[in-house]
């Protein structure tokens, strides 16, 4: 039982941090705090992703004397360019925050919709 | 802050700096640790901590909106050019093996020649994200 | 040589383009590279679908490297299928784009709009032909990421607010996505889908692969708009400009099905989908789909909504057909992504002429336009009978493929709600005529003219495409067929 607990802890860190940045882009009516619980939710995959790559007792996947053992380097390159794709989602969807603030303002979700059906 | 003296000071020193320190992650990508994405990031974190030291005016004199796109652009193109010229050499889309006489040395020019492309894209495009919120007039 | 590279061309040449057109000056430069670039693109798909049409792969590998290690692109009769369908909408929508993107886009952003348009031909057609997972994942997001600013390219402020509601549900759709890839690459070491495939095989029972799947399916059914994942569409489809919506409606949702037949019949597995209740999940959210989307599509009051609720009960019908697992049903599916590009193809250009005219597409401004505007109307009452499916038309043949794979298995409820969908079809393109045709004309349409021939002219193609491919079968169904068998779906036998 422990074993499941502390052995796994990083993928119980996964689960907590996916579901805390899940939760907040259902929940949080703001739109900014949309965007950073989506941020939190892409970032949970990321360490999913580097736990797999771990090898036991393996090192940086650099060649180098006196080492055999090395990480799994793919999902490390698989991240680098998830990162690049969250990085792109997070400036898009500020930028579209700043337009909306621009057009409304406000940022607040509720407001926004009573703004729209009162057209 | 155009008056806060210890910071202009503080951020001439660092610029060059922080410059060569993402010059050596982007051309020691191939031997250690980094690459062009890590040393885009870096060499824009120093015109960054430039544009909040001296404000926007003056980082765009140095640098335009409009040569940020042109270098943003070629950066893209740099990659895909040199996926194109290995083609034009007979072999499959960036086999870098073709770029010189000796695979090995090909794999260098090439692995160069695209993290180049990555570093200046990706420079580019940090720099047009963050002066385009700068810049944004407060409604 | 370029022969052997062209099936990476048609990914490379728009991706090429795209930042040679943003250093472009605006006005009409950008939008003629962009014309060339897919029409080469569709020459290159035209090309390598006759290579593969019978039954033969092409496989490209990138940078030399030898799959499963290297990224493969491999193309099969299903992936230049879809790859014709991509390129070849872009290249009919692009002669349309000219008048409208004038004015629907300040002038300043036309190179960036062309721009961002490459990059999504780049993300669709890159979806279409890599034969990696994770490659699939990277251009899902590029054409995701490029689809979200086009949308919010739209006049009103409401193109804002629908773009980032369509960012939040995709990017959650893309995260899934990729989590469902994790775990699926944690149980077997590799990201090609045909090793993927052959190494998923003896651990189908796994609790690791049965997770992933569900991810995966959850992941790609945000971005397909699978009844009741489908909230954003509407909005997206009705505030984007008017080209925009030709094309993301004739395409995105398309690519979504695609990746859906890839992922659970070529990566996972036709058994995989009758050991777990996946296909009867299929079937149940395509039945609930076809007729509470098309319940919907008749309380709408603008054509563009109606159209999009429309584009979600067609949807649903693809989904009950990949739900029979037969090979009728995916041919039935395959032949209708082909159909329905072409149906709301022009139907949503027809659209776009009305508020090129009108600068609405509520019904009350349109009242009695259908004389005002006969060529618009007639193509909007011939696609109309071809989403319907009244025989001589594209949309009657895959509903004849969907009534056989249903009748097929003895399944009278999924015939029945095909047919009820095919009435309830009726009754909402029937309020479109009516508001048309039949009203009155109100004062500001009186003086209104038909909409100009640039527009007309890609318009019609699409109508007497639908009206060409109701009787010339041939090609889609034969290449639908021998994708489905490509796909390892097994005919139905019981």
């Known amino acids: ?119 | 802050m155009k008056h806060n003296l210890i910071l202009r000071v503080i951020a001439k020193y660092l610029f060059p700096v922080i410059a060569l320190f993402a010059f050596y992650v982007q051309f020691h990508g191939d031997y250690g640790p980094g690459g062009g994405f890590q040393a885009g990031v870096i060499l824009s974190v120093a015109f960054i901590l430039y544009t909040l030291v001296f404000g926007l005016d003056t980082a765009e004199q140095v640098l335009s909106p409009g040569v940020l796109r042109i270098l943003a652009c070629t950066g893209v193109l740099l990659y895909a050019g040199t996926g194109v010229v290995t083609m034009l050499f007979g072999g499959n889309f960036l086999d870098y093996d073709l770029l010189a006489l000796n695979p090995i040395e090909g794999q260098h020019i090439g692995i160069m020649l695209i993290e180049l492309g990555v570093g200046v894209t990706v420079s580019a495009i940090m720099l047009v994200i963050f002066f385009a919120f700068a810049g944004r007039e407060r409604s | 040589m370029i022969e052997q590279n062209l099936s990476l061309l048609l990914v490379v040449i728009p991706l090429l383009a795209a930042p040679v057109t943003a250093m472009l000056p605006a006005g009409r430069l950008p939008w003629l590279l962009t014309l060339i670039v897919s029409w080469t693109c569709l020459v290159i798909a035209g090309w390598q679908l006759s290579v593969v049409i019978d039954g033969s792969v092409i496989s490209y590998e990138l940078g030399g490297w030898a799959p499963p290690w290297g990224i493969e692109y491999r193309i099969d009769a299903m992936n230049a299928f879809v790859a014709l369908i991509l390129s070849g909408i872009a290249a009919i929508t692009l002669p349309y784009a000219l008048r409208t993107v004038e004015k629907d886009i300040p002038r300043h952003q036309t190179s960036l709009f062309y721009a961002v348009f490459l990059l999504c031909l780049v993300g669709l057609l890159g979806i279409a032909q890599t034969g990696d997972v994770f490659n699939l994942f990277v251009f899902l997001e590029i054409s995701s990421l490029s689809s979200y600013v086009l949308i919010a390219m739209g006049e009103q402020r409401r193109a804002l607010t629908s773009a980032f509601q369509y960012l939040i549900m995709g990017t959650i759709g893309a995260t899934f996505l990729l989590i469902g890839i994790g775990l699926v690459y944690a149980e077997t070491g590799t990201l090609n889908m045909v090793d993927l495939n052959l190494r998923l095989q003896p651990i189908l029972d796994h609790r690791t692969v049965h997770t992933g799947f569900a991810f995966i399916v959850v992941g790609i059914a945000l971005k397909l708009a699978l009844f009741p994942l489908h909230l954003w569409l509407p909005n997206a489809y009705k505030y984007a400009p008017s080209v925009v919506s030709v094309f993301l409606a004739a395409t995105a949702t398309k690519v979504a099905v695609y990746i859906m037949l890839r992922m659970v019949f070529g990566v996972f597995s036709n058994d995989f989908v009758r050991i777990t209740p996946t296909d009867q999940m299929f079937l149940l959210l395509g039945i609930f789909g076809v007729i509470l989307a098309s319940v919907t599509a008749i309380y709408q009051t603008d054509v563009k909504r109606l159209l999009a609720y429309s584009s979600v009960a067609q949807v649903s019908y693809m989904v009950l057909g990949m739900g029979l697992a037969s090979v009728l049903g995916i041919t039935a599916t395959l032949v209708h992504v082909f159909n329905h590009a072409l149906i709301k193809g022009a139907l949503f250009m027809a659209c776009g002429a009305l508020v090129y005219r009108v600068g609405s597409s509520q019904f009350e401004n349109l009242n009695g336009l259908g004389r005002q505007m006969p060529w618009t109307f007639s193509a909007i009452f011939i696609a109309g009978l071809s989403l319907i499916g009244i025989p001589g038309t594209a949309g009657f043949i895959s509903k004849w493929y969907f009534m056989l794979a249903a009748l097929e298995q003895q399944s009278w409820l999924i015939a029945l709600v095909i047919l009820l969908g095919s009435l309830l079809a009726v009754v909402y393109m029937w309020k479109i005529v009516e508001v048309m045709f039949l009203r009155p004309a109100s004062d500001n349409v009186a003086s209104v003219k038909e909409a100009p021939v640039s527009l007309l002219i890609p318009m019609w193609v699409l109508v007497i495409a639908n009206i060409y491919f109701g009787f010339y079968t041939e090609l889609t169904v034969n290449v639908a067929d021998s994708a489905a068998r490509l796909l390892g779906v097994a005919a139905y036998h019981e």
């Open chain 1, 1 to 119: 039982m422990i074993d499941i607990i502390v052995g796994h802890y990083n993928y119980w860190v996964v689960i907590f941090l996916m579901m805390a940045g899940f939760y907040t882009v259902i929940d949080r009516g703001n739109l900014i705090k949309k965007i950073a619980g989506l941020s939190i939710f892409q970032t949970s995959v990321f360490l999913l992703y580097i736990s797999i790559g771990y090898v036991s007792d393996g090192t940086t996947p650099i060649i180098a004397e006196g080492f055999t053992r090395y990480s799994n380097p793919l999902p490390h390159v698989l991240i680098l360019t998830a990162i690049v794709v969250g990085v792109s989602t997070t400036a898009l969807g500020l930028a579209l925050i700043v337009r909306i603030n621009e057009a409304y303002g406000t940022i607040e979700e509720d407001e926004i919709h009573e703004q729209d059906k009162s057209l």
